[in-house]
């Protein structure tokens, strides 16, 4: 693969329409906010998200850019198929492709990094069809509607690492959260005197966020991570007028990346965001989160397998937290004199929740660039 | 490496969704829900008024003879000029004079109540002079006269087919006919009549002096509830009168002198129109739709602003109450049509073309007349420079006696009402 038709697909992904800058979506973020995003690239997705807060390529941490020494750039791409079994007995199968997060990079001094790309912060791409009948005019009349969206909230990070010493990097980034959906609600009536009804309209989100973080080797094979970030108000606007406001919840975790060997590489992370608080829009339907994963990384760095397991819990849904639990597997291969690589992945996810469970296959594609 | 690039765009760009999926709500679905509300608004047609004299009678592409309790109709026509002489030899200026030997009335009734018997119909000489002053009054001696012909409908439909090649070839298709020499040729599965009456010189006199012109009244009788209804100079079917003569060529102008030349040539009405009794009542503070003259009705419609804003119209249904049922017979049924204006010059206002609703109201009925309207109403709440103004008109107009009067708005009990279902505007940007 030549440089050029790497920087070339690399532009193709950066430039692709926003409304598909969507991480999976879920049945369970429709009630609430949203799907959260994953924050990982391929590599780290693949290890199960073990590898995200190490990872420069991962919008998770500002701290790991400090390792970057190099312009670099990385792009994310996954293709789910999820299939949604309802208690209430319905089946079915949908798909989606996302680009859920890219990143870019470079050294501003040599102790000092910047990077900025964005990725999925919340996923609302969704939609619904529902049955009825109803009274009108004093005659039952069976209607079916549909309420669609398609897009998001997307989280632009402007970041910062300085290497404070040979063993410690600090980070900080600004994040300004911005996007839409288009919504489309449409009721269609059985007697066609009825006319079709659609509304359409488009959701502006609007919020900004700051997030500081660490990383600490305490080892030459041992290193930790800890982050923060907090975020603003969510506003969603409809025609230019405040429809929603939501508290956005805090985010914190750690992790640990421990190098056994040459050629192998075990990570894990845990993580926490307090949903519950995001306002009485939510509801009782808001739930805190805990989130952990682990991973692992192997053979040489040109030419790695990784694998990963992760569990935790998804922030919307009715009765019991949700839970998520996934698998995951790929691998990578560098290419043009390390200047380029391309990742794999495949991840099986599994959500249950009150009178819902998802089962998710995602293909994962990656692609970094150091021209 | 090539070609996992390329299946990387590949991936790219078969970005394939299917996002939608049945919904398990309330659990799993948006916070909103799509409402649907419905209701009467019954004081927002206001400004309603009726004009008349919009179609005469004589104006219309139909006219109507009709024997109903309480009600009588009868259709007249007066000929073309006919020529008197004729030039045997292109243009030579000298002329000599035709003889007309016999005549062909031909009639299309466009419509009938196929459900009455022994229906009739009966020609009458009536005056040349006749004009769009008559009225049922003044032409009312001339239908006391001996009828010129008359022929029973029932009858000749009840005769054979003649599907002979030589009568298909001259007549162009197959006829029935009676022992009285009348030929029917029926279309549109017997819906349309074409009716030819054979006279002779006694029946349809050629009078010079009056170049050959002569008037013809049509009454229709049954055994209950006649009425026919027949094609005007205004329709495509127009009765029409052939003339059959004769003239004589002078030995001087022609290389076949004192030879004998048999032609015919046909004539339109000059002049139609029907007249009934009782007539169209005048206008009154109703809402008055059809009739002879034309009557229309003119509504105007205040919007409420809310449905401009937040609702989406899905049914609009506007309600008229009948004052009275309307005259005539089960098949006088009639359409009224509702059209919208380009502009409001109130009476004068250019209507669009098409109607955009219409509902068939039949005699004798006084059920509550709904038209459906939604696709206007609904132009009228996304679209606020058009005039919400709806005209009544009946379809065709002054073809017949018939006519409908509603209630208006200053009848509070029974006034126009505007029917609504409209979709409340769905909470986007909750959650």
Redesign the interface.
Known sequence: MTLRLMVALTVVMAVWPSGRLAAQDSQFGIRGLGTPGKWESVRARSAGGAFAPFDAFSPLLDASLADVRRMSAGVTSSTSWRSVDAVSGSDVSLRGTRFPAMVIMGPLTSRITIGGGFATYLDRSFGITTQDTIDLRGVPQPVSDEVTSDGGVTDLRLAAAIRLHRRIALGAGMHLLTGSSRVIATRRFEDTTYRTSASRDEVAYEGAGASVNALIDVHPDLRIAGWFRSDTKLRADVSGRTAAENDLPLTYGAGVLWRPGGQAIIAGTVAWRNWASTGPAAGPNAHDTFNWSLGAELGSASSPIRFGLRGGQLPFGVGQTPTEVGYSAGLGRQFSGGRGRLDLGIERLERKGTGLRERVWTFLLGLTVRP | ??R??LG??L??A???????????????????Q?V?L?SIFTTIIERDSAFGGYLQPYQSGAMTAADLPGLQSRALFVLNPMITRVAPKAGDTTTVPIVVDSSRLALRMVRRNRATTNLWLKLYAIPITTDSTATFASVDPSFAATPVDSVSIDDLLSRPLITDTATVRFWGDTIQTDSAGHILITTDSAKILTLFFQFDTLKAPFVVADSGRLGFGIRATADSQASATFGTVESSDVPTMLWFFHYTIPDTVSATPDSVVHTSQPRAPQFDTFVFDPPTAPLDSNLAVGGAPAARSLVHVTMPAFLRDSF????ATFIFVPVVPSPGSAADSFTVEARSIQTDLGAKSPLTLGAIGSVIVHPGSSDTVRI?L??LV?AWAIDTTMPTVLVLKQQPEATSFTAIRFYSSRTPAFRPAL?L?Y?K???????
Not at chain 2, 425 to 431: D, I, K
């Open positions: 490496m090539r996992l690039a990387f765009l991936v790219a078969a970005c394939t969704e299917e996002a939608t999926a049945p919904g398990d709500c309330p659990n799993f679905c948006p916070g909103g799509i649907v419905d989406d119209i899905v049914r459906e939604t696709d609904r029917h279902t979709v505007r769905f909470p986007f940007g909750e959650p």
